[in-house]
């Protein structure tokens, strides 16, 4: 398996420090509003890592952060009259619901920023003694300069970074690209004890203090979107290098960014949505689907229309599920033919046409593809013509199901129970066409149709979806 990794700007070959364990750290949301799609590819993309390793049989030690204390949560916890942390715990718990629609399993450990102030006073304290930091009135800034490999996650010299950044111009500090690892307190801030006074941690310490905590000092992968490969990922490097002397994170693994209508996402453009207003006109999971239709580091283009196309393509691997659970309950069952299991095998090469894209640096526009080919094959071959195996069958769906459970799509189960009233229509129709009564036939299937449901005639009988 191979990732591209941006410390180095190659594809390496994955081989962690532990042959049966990956530790995992992924940068989570700053939790003072709903996520928007920007923040939902990160977090879809690293849970499909984070699944495909674990299909591959490792155990991931996977860290996701919550940041729960910076000056967009002071200042919106203000403008609601509300408390930081009560702010937090609202959207701590509305990103779960999100990401539960979207098939984002849970990290091993959650840890919040406010949780872990002894940990980040604690990594502080190491970069002072060693003379990385210094403190200017209560504010702690970390001394770039004194890092000598500042820039090598960017890939670009101090001096390029300082002309290339938008940085606070603030005279105490030793150099421009210097940063705060501590902030001292401000008139109604939060604020906890600390050697510099009372204080909030920066945005920077945290993610490092939190991924030494929960992982150790070498970790083997870290990730988000292209966004935060500077400042905040070189920071992270920089204090946390620093501080133990050993390497960071071993790969880095960015996701490109998202544009709207072909235009760069931003609320001044009209294009900024959250998860959670898609999610009312679309099902959460043709968002995921919609997310690993491109390479995680291509750009991504969003649109509505795009993911109307997205639906329609999802509802095409369902539709294939539902055909062979239909013809399941119809089909001969014996041991597979000599052309089945032919078939069975062709399926396999297919198989593994999907673990090499995956192994291909998480390349899961062309596992879907494999999906999809898988699909093609199915349809063509599993007919109501073709007196399949049950055991054919089986494999057929079972492997759509285990291969759609690597990306997180294709798991839902088809509501089998209809109402007795939509049952009575489905009898009622089948007996007019019984009676060759095709007007009737007719009416009733574009009732049942308004009612969500729809027909299809086939040798084995009436089969019915819900639209």
Request: aromatic fraction near 10%; proline fraction near 3%.
């Amino acid at each position: 398996m191979k990732i591209y990794n941006t410390l180095t700007r190659k594809k390496e070959e994955f081989v962690p420090l532990d042959e049966k364990e990956v530790k995992m750290y992924s940068c989570g949301p700053t939790v003072y509003n709903y996520f928007h799609i920007g923040n939902a590819r990160p977090f879809i993309i690293f849970d499909t890592v984070r699944r495909y390793l674990e299909y591959k049989g490792y155990k991931v030690k996977f860290v996701q952060n919550f940041t729960d204390i910076d000056d967009k949560m002071i200042k919106r916890a203000n403008e609601e009259g509300i408390t930081v942390k009560e702010l937090a715990e609202k959207f701590i718990n509305e990103y779960f619901i999100d990401a539960e629609g979207l098939g984002i399993g849970k990290a091993t450990v959650h840890p919040k920023a406010t949780e872990n102030i002894d940990a980040i006073i604690e990594l502080i304290k190491k970069l002072e003694d060693k003379g990385f930091v210094y403190n200017v009135d209560g504010d702690v800034y970390f001394s770039t300069k004194k890092f000598k490999e500042y820039g090598k996650l960017s890939h670009q010299s101090l001096d390029d970074l300082e002309l290339g950044a938008r940085i606070d111009v603030d005279e105490r500090k030793q150099d421009p690209m210097d940063f705060a690892v501590w902030k001292a307190q401000k008139p109604g801030e939060p604020a906890w004890d600390s050697p510099w006074g009372k204080g909030r941690p920066g945005w920077h310490i945290e993610c490092s203090a939190m991924a030494n905590k929960y992982l150790g000092e070498t970790i083997d992968i870290h990730s988000g979107g292209q966004d935060l490969v500077f400042p905040h990922h070189e920071n992270e490097i920089a204090q946390s290098e620093a501080a133990t002397g050993k390497p960071f994170a071993r790969y880095w693994m960015h996701n490109g960014f998202i544009n709207v209508d072909n235009k760069k996402m931003s609320k001044s453009e009209g294009n900024f949505f959250t998860v959670r207003e898609i999610a009312q006109k679309f099902d959460y999971e043709v968002i995921r689907f919609f997310m690993l239709s491109a390479h995680y580091r291509s750009p991504i283009n969003f649109s509505l229309e795009l993911l109307e196309q997205a639906q329609n393509s999802l509802e095409r691997i369902y539709n294939c599920i539902d055909n062979l659970l239909y013809l399941r309950e119809h089909a001969e069952d014996r041991e597979m033919s000599e052309v089945e299991k032919e078939f069975q095998n062709k399926l396999l090469g297919l198989k593994g046409k999907f673990i090499e894209a995956m192994d291909d640096d998480i390349n899961t526009a062309d596992a879907i593809a494999a999906i999809f080919d898988i699909v093609k094959e199915v349809n063509s071959n599993i007919t109501a013509n073709s007196k399949s195996s049950k055991a054919i069958i089986d494999f057929s769906h079972s492997l759509i199901r285990e291969l759609g459970g690597v990306l997180g799509i294709a798991q839902k189960q088809k509501e089998d129970k209809l109402d007795s009233e939509i049952e009575e229509l489905i009898n009622l129709r089948q007996q007019a066409r019984k009676e060759k009564n095709w007007k009737l036939a007719d009416e009733i299937r574009d009732k049942l149709k308004d009612m969500g449901i729809v027909l299809e005639d086939t040798p084995q009988g009436v089969k019915w979806k819900r639209i």
